[in-house]
């Protein structure tokens, strides 16, 4: 299992970002996939989740600013970001639970400063 994360950068407060995570060594469709981020010296949180019929959960911080979504065929989940705050300076995991093990991308960093 191999997942790939990309598109974190710096972005000023009120700005977006598009978050992509490409997986491969598994059936992708087959499950559910998630986003968790870790802000320094803070755990690690789970943002937000996308089952296999593509239903999503939010944490309660980024409902209604952030959207997770999936494309079987490209074997890859997204996580659109808007309306980005401070707070949201994390480096950020996708993740995936395949046969009762975690896999973790390896990160990328948002940073939102002005």
């Known amino acids: 299992v191999q997942l790939q994360a990309s598109g974190g950068g710096l972005v000023q407060p009120g700005g977006s970002l598009r978050l992509s995570c490409a997986a491969s060594?598994?059936?992708?469709?087959?499950?559910?996939m998630n986003w968790y981020r870790q802000a320094p010296g803070k755990q690690r949180e789970l943002v937000a989740a996308i089952t296999t019929g593509s239903s999503a959960n939010y944490a309660d911080s980024v409902k209604g600013r952030f959207t997770i979504s999936r494309d079987n065929a490209e074997n890859t989940v997204y996580l659109q970001m808007n309306s980005l705050k401070p707070e949201d300076t994390a480096i950020y995991y996708c993740h995936v639970n395949y046969r009762r093990i975690n896999y973790w991308g390896q990160g990328t960093l948002v940073t939102v400063s002005s």
């Open positions: 060594g598994f059936i992708f469709s087959a499950y559910a």
